[in-house]
């Protein structure tokens, strides 16, 4: 009769174990600001867009995020500054603002490795899509909260877009594009 016993009490810790929720780690959006810097032939020009919802969103981090949670970022890019009306009209035109007024980014899936991050991300430019896999994210500080931040890499080509040429080709954007994506966090 005891070992029939001490199987029950062993099968019964193991049931209690298994129904247990799992601890989930997930962090909280609370705002976002995507930059995309190009360099030119008479230097670098910036173009920054800065969230002003105060919505927030959960993130759930080392797992699959289901396509109806996932963190969407749909960013107007009429809503980019670059610093002057003139840049901004240019980079608007170079995006084709008018058949393509969002920029989106999409998180697929988010995991710490230790103090900082991996993802994958869902981009969608100008009409295309780009899968973008293992984005590292670095915590930062930023303006009274911390943030996670990722630089992407992408070209003009690799969207399918010309590089402006301005005054006859001598003002000309090179062809790859510096995309740093900031994710303000709750503390």
Known sequence: MLPVRIFLVAASMLMSAAVLPEKKEFVVITGNKVTVAAGTSLGTINCAYTSSSS??????LNRQIPRGKRLKLAIPVK???????????DFEKTLNASQHPYTKIEVVYLRREGKNYKGDLNLLVAGKSIPLQNVSFYPCAGKGASNLRGNICLNF????????????GLFKVEDELQVTVELQMAE
Do not use: R, W, Y
């Not at 080509?157 to 006859?168: C, R, V």
């Open 79 to 89: 809503d980019f500054n670059c610093g002057n009306i003139l840049l901004n009209k």
């Open 157 to 168: 080509s690799e969207l399918g877009l010309a590089t402006p040429k301005k005054m006859g």
């Open 55 to 60: 919505q927030k969103d959960t993130l759930l």
